[in-house]
């Protein structure tokens, strides 16, 4: 169209005269005319023409109406035309149906000449265009003017529409930024704004506040709800009609006030679109209430690893909530349910994972819909679990150590006295064997209250030279027994073997853990084997991420042939706590403290297995010594004493009576003379009775009272250079700081023999 007048055809109002209705009156006129002529009566005719001649004054009339009408038109848009040419802002001239008459220049440069309808032009601003031009059209006839404030995305249309003539109206529209406008001087903000206090009361609400919220809120809770901490953080209002979604803005002012500034938007804002959605590097879904999978982004379809079609739902993907994850989702777009994340499994088949799923429900338009927040949990999840397990581990290690020193008392008494009766006895006698039986078997009870205080007070391990083969055969009599009548164990040692340097007691405790571990995958039985040989490597060993280098070593293979182990369970075999037992079966310990034994002694252990054949563990050591001819060790010996006689005093300080009545027999049998004393305080007043030169103190640890260390510090101001031999049944490291204040100590552990008190005293008192 042309923004001449020339072309301007604006429609009359409903008493103003036409060209049309001029039109109408002549063609009656001329039919009237027509008419008469075919009359016969006179006086009819008459009649008929004197009222054609009415109707053509009649048009006459109009015509010359219509014509001054059309040229005042023409003559105002003209006018409107010089006055607003050059205006800043948009002008344009319609008639009453939004007919564009004139559009000025920045009308134009944004399109709205190209535009036939004062509709076809807001239509490129607002989504309501033909309701927001109806109502302003009416207005305006009725008072003569109208005001609006358009919210936009980025800013506002400030339309202005007047009545200039009887039927031409005069729109004038301009876009303003909302911080602009609102910190316009002398003018509020155009903008629903609304002033709260520093509790959250709002103490002012400007008119466009008012109408958006449609009533007069007290509290930022009434406008954002319970949930949101910070108004700056919401994106749902609550007004009268209902939810709202709306961008919020928040300004701090002073003495605490906040002033807010409210947005709305029919859809929530999407920064860039889907694709931008999708390249976040959170994974998000987006669900319906009742958990249909809407959309999914990048990182979240990476982290499920499940085909997600249109008809997929929640509870396809995850499980483990406990209850229908419908319900649950249901509970949160309501929001009844608090905002607190659960931890679900998902249903993928090549690994398990955790997540922790996060609920947001926000409102599009009048619906609801949930944005689900993932994160991958299963580190988590393993170090609770991990946690908690060694919580109860750290529970039976104290209670281990509680009842250790008691136990170590009682097997102290028991091997005492059983070498002290082995004494008496020659092999040839009938008892012999019954008391080496009773010998040995406490010892292998005090090895494993040792090996539990080990684990429970981290004790250091005590490497020495051991043989293999003297090891295994020790400990097949055990081993038989452990793995029961269904499974065989067979053991075949290489006959030149090196020694090998290690803790012989928790050398043996892998091995039985090995063993106990073949037995049960073996639950039909089957055969057990334990073999050593000597490997010779001449090039590196690249094994599981290890490289074995260079040397001789011992091999030890425990080899079953049970369900074996999946593929995708061998990395974790030596993880702590990881065990594939039934509850209550296994602490997931067994291989863990085996893999750190083994290392720590300076070996490598690995694993081959095939599920349905069996499994084999292969530890190997550092070869220490030169191979030597296997020749057995007897098991039984007797601890004959030797035929040499000592002397010296021995101040012994125990408050247990067995315990002490084996130790001072068996000194007194060395030739020593021994001062007993129940405790500490016992022990001082013995000093303090001026009783001949003490060579050596030996005292307990743990006692009623006054304890080891406390009565010999005190001891010390009068007997400064008598060394202490501390004796006790916890591990040496639970008070290792007192010993290493008091000088010229040592430590022996309980339970001891005959033989390890003996030399241990002779040692201190020869210094």
Not at 46 to 58: V, Y
Request: with cysteine; aromatic share 6%; proline share 4%.
């Amino acid at each position: 169209m042309s923004s001449s007048t020339d072309a301007a055809q604006p429609l009359p109002r409903k008493k103003a005269a036409t060209p049309h209705h001029a039109g109408l009156l002549a063609f009656a006129a001329f039919a009237m005319v027509a008419t008469t002529f075919m009359l016969e009566n006179e006086m009819l005719r008459l009649i008929m023409l004197f009222a054609s001649g009415l109707t053509g004054f009649a048009c006459a009339v109009t015509m010359a109406l219509s014509m001054r009408r059309r040229a005042v038109q023409n003559g105002v848009v003209e006018l409107l035309t010089q006055l607003h040419v050059d205006a800043e802002e948009q002008v344009l001239v319609t008639d009453f149906a939004g007919r564009v008459l004139y559009a000025n220049k920045t009308a134009q440069e944004a399109g709205g000449d190209a535009r036939e309808t004062m509709q076809d032009v807001l239509a490129g601003h607002v989504l309501d265009a033909e309701n927001k031009v109806a109502d302003a059209i009416a207005t305006s006839l009725t008072e003569g003017k109208h005001e609006d404030e358009l919210v936009l995305r980025d800013n506002m249309l400030r339309l202005k529409v007047q009545l200039v003539d009887e039927d031409i109206l005069l729109w004038t529209m301009s876009k303003t930024h909302p911080a602009k406008d609102a910190a316009g001087a002398g003018t509020g903000p155009k903008l629903p704004m609304l002033t709260a206090g520093r509790t959250g009361t709002i103490l002012f609400m400007n008119a466009a506040a008012r109408a958006l919220l449609g009533e007069r809120k007290k509290t930022l809770t009434d406008v954002f709800g319970p949930d949101v901490a910070q108004p700056r953080d919401a994106t749902v209002i609550h007004t009268s009609s209902g939810e709202q979604q709306c961008l919020v803005a928040q300004y701090d002012a002073t003495a605490g006030r906040r002033e807010i500034y409210l947005l709305p938007t029919e859809t929530p804002v999407t920064h860039g679109g889907a694709m931008q959605f999708d390249e976040l590097p959170v994974p998000i879904v987006k669900l319906e209430p009742e958990g249909r999978v809407v959309l999914a982004n990048r990182a979240a379809r990476s982290l499920i690893h499940l085909d997600i079609t249109e008809d997929t739902v929640m509870s396809d993907l995850m499980e483990g909530l406990g209850r229908s994850i419908r319900d649950w989702l249901v509970e949160a777009a309501q929001g009844k349910s608090a905002k607190k994340s659960e931890f679900l499994r998902l249903k993928r088949e090549d690994k398990e994972v955790i997540v922790q799923v996060s609920l947001n429900r926000i409102v599009e338009g009048n619906g609801r819909s949930l944005i689900a927040v993932l994160n991958d949990a299963t580190e988590f999840k393993s170090l609770e679990k991990q946690f908690v397990q060694s919580q109860k581990m750290q529970a039976i290690g104290q209670l281990a150590g509680g009842v250790a020193h008691d136990f170590n008392n009682l097997l102290t008494a028991i091997s005492g006295h059983c070498d002290l009766l082995l004494l008496r006895h020659d092999q040839g006698d009938a008892d012999y064997a019954d008391l080496i039986q009773i010998n040995q078997n406490a010892n292998r009870a005090a090895a494993l209250v040792g090996q539990l205080l080990a684990f429970s007070r981290k004790q250091n391990l005590r490497p020495e030279v051991l043989d293999l083969r003297n090891t295994l055969a020790d400990l097949t009599h055990l081993l038989n027994r452990l793995v029961g009548e269904r499974v065989a164990l067979s053991l075949s040692n290489d006959p030149v073997l090196p020694s090998i340097r290690a803790d012989k007691r928790q050398l043996e405790q892998v091995l039985m853990n090995l063993v106990v571990n073949a037995r049960d995958a073996m639950p039909e039985g089957g055969e057990i084997r334990v073999t050593t040989e000597e490997v010779a490597l001449d090039a590196p060993l690249e094994r599981d991420r290890v490289v074995v280098p260079v040397g001789k070593y011992v091999a030890v293979k425990v080899a079953d042939q049970g369900i074996g182990i999946p593929q995708d369970k061998m990395q974790k075999v030596f993880e702590p706590f990881y065990t594939t037992k039934k509850t209550g079966e296994g602490t997931g310990l067994g291989l863990s403290t085996a893999y750190g034994i083994v290392k720590q002694t300076g070996g490598f252990i690995f694993v081959d297995s095939t599920e349905g054949v069996g499994t084999t563990f292969t530890l190997m050591f550092p070869a220490y010594g030169a191979a030597e001819e296997f020749v057995p060790e007897l098991d039984e010996k007797r601890p004959d004493l030797p035929a040499v006689e000592h002397s010296g005093v021995v101040l012994l300080v125990e408050d247990e009576a067995p315990v002490r009545s084996f130790a001072t027999r068996a000194l007194k049998m060395r030739g020593f003379t021994v001062l007993e004393a129940a405790s500490g305080e016992e022990a001082l007043e013995i000093l303090a009775a001026d009783q001949p030169g003490i060579d050596v103190f030996v005292s307990d640890v743990i006692m009623p009272g006054m304890d080891g260390p406390t009565w010999v510090r005190q001891a010390r101001s009068e007997y400064p250079e008598v060394p202490v031999i501390f004796v006790s049944g916890y591990a040496e490291d639970s008070f290792s700081d007192d010993q290493s204040r008091i000088d010229n100590s040592s430590f022996l552990p309980k339970p001891f023999s005959l033989g390890d008190l003996t030399e241990a005293v002779q040692a201190r008192i020869s210094g």
